[in-house]
Nanobody, 120 residues
Framework: VQLVESGGGLVQPGGSLRLSCAASGVMLSLYHMAWYRQAPGKERELVAVITSGDSITGGGTIQYADSARGRFTISRDNAAKILSLEVTNLNPEDTGLYYC?????????WGQGTQVTVSS
């Protein structure tokens, strides 16, 4: 299983980015998927989760961390094997390495992360 994140970068406060995670070697529709982030000097924290669904392109239940709710949107495309995270109205506290996570039962896979830096 390979997960490759992309879409991070340097953005000014109030800006937006679209993060993507391309998965290979896995039947994505069977797995729950999540985005985590880790700020410098802090522990990794959950940002958003989308559980497995029963359609080709849809997803299941979605949950957000309080800090992400209303600003971030998680989505998945099982056919294309892509997990996305639309992040808007960014602030410096959103700076960190954003990781893609795919999991099911005892199986748990992580990408290498994509850096998001919010600074003026």
């Amino acid at each position: 299983v390979q997960l490759v994140e992309s879409g991070g970068g340097l953005v000014q406060p109030g800006g937006s980015l679209r993060l993507s995670c391309a998965a290979s070697g896995v039947m994505l529709s069977l797995y729950h998927m999540a985005w985590y982030r880790q700020a410098p000097g802090k522990e990794r924290e959950l940002v958003a989760v989308i559980t497995s669904g029963d359609s080709i392109t849809g997803g299941g239940t979605i949950q957000y961390a309080d800090s992400a709710r209303g600003r971030f949107t998680i989505s998945r495309d099982n056919a294309a094997k892509i997990l996305s995270l639309e992040v808007t109205n960014l602030n410096p506290e959103d700076t960190g390495l954003y990781y893609c996570n795919v999991y099911r039962a005892s199986m748990d896979y992580w990408g290498q992360g994509t850096q998001v830096t919010v600074s003026s």
